[in-house]
Every structure is written in structure tokens, then in C-alpha cells.
């Protein structure tokens, strides 16, 4: 079955390092996303891409990098410019306007 | 630019209750509404859409309407189950750009909890 792939399900990261999440999709979607969801606040974007080799900032996307080398790959780097990183990431793609997205299961960063 | 209000939770109904979560929003152009559902430790499911006015989406026994005249897509469901214990976000999409693809703008979500 088509979906996307989260993972690692739960991440812990030490002050000052670099963390990559892993997005990966069989659904042959154009445009994927990465959101930050913190409790109460709902769901923030941090990039999109809308094709391979391109992307766009979202409203957090300090501290953040991304990569779209493969259509099927948007890896989310948490750097560590980013000081309040621990959060649940959700990635989603889609692939056509008024369809919706499809998301992931997320990741549980947390800080130690 | 494009926003979601939702109703605050938490929401705490007995089995067998009838819900509504209210959503409003503004929007310029005419945006398309979903309601999404997000399970414990979960990512979100889609459960349901409408792509315009007076359009009616529906799915497990959720129902919500497309509402332009007072720019609303309130959810709602006639006798809850336990099962339907989550958290519920109210998202709209954007105009995309020429060529480009949508983005959802999303609701706050609200909690919801079903007792038995």
C-alpha cells in the first residue's frame, strides 16, 4: 500500500547537534511538507517543496534545513541554531489542489 | 492572510452524545475545507472534505457543510463512540500560485474525550 514514511518514531537529541528525520513517499506526490506541532498550538509549516530540487520557507523554517533531491525523499535537518526543537514533526504530501494531504505517523523529538 | 478558528477544547461528551466542533474561517478567493482527526501518537487522517459552497462532506458518520454566508464548516456527529476520542483540526486550502500546489492552513485542533 502507498503512504508515507516517518522515522525514526522517537529521536532524542543533546544540545548542539545536528538531527535529520527521515520522510519518505510511495504515492507519487508532487508536493510534500514539514510541519511543527507543540501542544496547543496546532500545526505550523516549516518548508515545503512543490518539485525535486526546489523548496520554500514556511512560517518557522529558523533553524531548519531541508533537501528534495528525489521526488519520493524531503529529509528534514534540525540544526542547532534551532533552540526550542523539541516538538512533534509530522510530514505530509500531496498532490493536486482541493485533494488534501496525507501525512505521515511523525516523529517525537526531544532534547536531552 | 488565511486563518482557521476553532472551537477551544477540551470537548467531553457521554457515549452515544451528538457533537459539534465549530470552524470558522477567512479566506480571500474560495478555499476548500477539510476536517482532519489525530489519534494518540498519530499522524492526521483525512475525514472529510468540501470544495465548495453548500457541498456536504462526509465519512464514519461525521458530517459538515460548506457554509460561505457565514464562513463556517462546523463538525458534527449524531451519537459518539469512545473510538472517536481525539483530537479534530479544521483546515482550509490556500489559492495555490499558478502551477503551484496547495497549502493547508490549520486549525488549533480540539480535544475531544468519549465516556463511556
Known amino acids: 500500500d502507498g503512504g508515507i514514511t516517518q522515522s525514526p518514531k522517537y529521536l532524542f537529541r543533546k544540545e548542539g547537534q545536528n538531527v535529520t528525520l527521515s520522510c519518505e513517499q510511495n504515492l507519487n506526490h508532487d508536493a510534500m511538507y514539514w510541519y511543527r506541532q507543540d501542544p496547543g498550538q496546532g500545526l505550523r509549516l516549516i518548508y515545503y517543496?512543490?518539485?525535486?530540487?526546489?523548496?520554500q520557507k514556511g512560517d518557522i523554517a529558523e533553524g531548519y534545513s531541508v533537501s528534495r533531491e528525489k521526488k519520493e525523499s524531503f529529509p528534514l535537518t534540525v540544526t542547532s541554531a534551532q533552540k526550542n526543537p523539541t516538538a512533534f514533526y509530522l510530514c505530509?504530501?500531496?498532490?493536486?489542489?482541493?485533494?488534501?494531504?496525507?501525512f505521515g505517523s511523525g516523529t517525537r523529538l526531544t532534547v536531552v | 492572510g488565511d486563518s482557521v478558528t476553532q472551537m477551544e477544547g477540551p470537548v467531553t461528551l457521554s457515549e452515544e452524545a451528538f457533537l459539534t466542533i465549530n470552524c470558522t474561517y477567512t479566506a480571500t478567493g474560495y478555499p476548500s475545507l477539510f476536517w482532519y482527526v489525530q489519534y494518540p501518537g498519530e499522524g492526521l487522517q483525512l475525514l472529510l472534505k468540501?470544495?465548495?459552497?453548500?457541498d456536504k462532506g462526509s465519512n464514519k458518520g461525521f458530517e459538515a457543510t460548506y457554509r460561505k454566508e457565514t464562513t463556517s464548516f462546523h463538525l458534527e456527529k449524531g451519537s459518539v463512540q469512545v473510538s472517536d476520542s481525539a483530537v479534530y483540526f479544521c483546515a482550509l486550502s490556500d489559492t495555490p500560485t499558478q502551477g503551484g500546489s496547495e497549502k493547508l492552513v490549520f486549525g488549533k485542533g480540539t480535544k475531544l474525550t468519549v465516556n463511556p
Open positions: 517543496s512543490q518539485i525535486v530540487n526546489d523548496f
Open positions: 468540501a470544495t465548495k459552497a453548500d
Open positions: 505530509a504530501s500531496s498532490i493536486q489542489e482541493n485533494y488534501g494531504y496525507t
